[in-house]
Structure formats: C-alpha cells, structure tokens
C-alpha cells in the first residue's frame, strides 16, 4: 500500500490542454497533454504517458471483455509546463493585468502563456 498522505506542497500551475515534460520516473523526458488534473490528489493526466492495461468486464463494445490501455495518473510534482512560446519546459510567473486578470507567463522568455 502507497502512502496515501496529503501533500502539503501547492498544485502546480498546470491546467488541462496544457503541455507538459514529465521529468521523473519511466516516461521521464517524453511530453504530451495534459487530459484531468486533480489537484485534491496532487495528479496530473497525460495524453499518451504512464499507460497502463486495465482489464474490462464484458460490455456492448467488448463483449469478451478483455483489456484497455489507459492514462494512469503521475504525481504533479513529476511534470513540468512546456513553454508554448519557446518550447522549453519552464517555470511559471504570474502576471496581473490592469483588468485584475492573473495569467501565467514563462520564465524563461516572460511570455504570457494564458489566452488573454
Ligand atoms: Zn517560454
């Protein structure tokens, strides 16, 4: 049994559809994009990355049942956001617009990564 304790430290500045390097584990320097994120669980889902087979009982679909391959999740902390604008995986700023809007913006070349 994993230990199943809360994290402490804050959710990363990740949301769905964006696109992320993973940095730790066996999909370590491979990207892709981010389908769920939980941030209760601290887990992120990546399109392609950490698959794994899940056995199905039989359905409409699969009547046999059988297996599927699915998105397992990775730990928040294992991913980091790729740079739209420069295609390096970067650390995230916040900028605050006039309007009050926060967006996130790319330390690497201080793009604005957020749709305006
Ligand atoms: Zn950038």
Redesign the pocket.
């Known amino acids: 049994m994993k230990n199943q304790k809360l994290k402490s430290q804050a959710f990363p500045p990740i949301k769905k559809d964006d696109k992320v390097l993973v940095t730790v584990g066996k999909d370590k320097g491979k990207s892709g994009k981010v389908i769920k994120v939980d941030r209760l669980l601290h887990r992120v889902y990546v399109e392609n990355i950490n698959i794994i087979k899940k056995a199905v009982k039989p359905n409409q679909t699969a009547p046999q049942g059988g297996f599927i391959e699915k998105e397992n999740f990775l730990d928040a902390s294992n991913v980091m956001l790729e ?6 995986p ?1 650390r995230i700023s916040h900028k605050i617009l006039e309007s009050g809007k926060k967006l996130r913006s ?6 604005i ?1 957020d749709q305006k």
């Open positions: 740079c739209p604008n420069c295609h390096k970067t790319c330390k690497k070349c201080n793009e990564i």
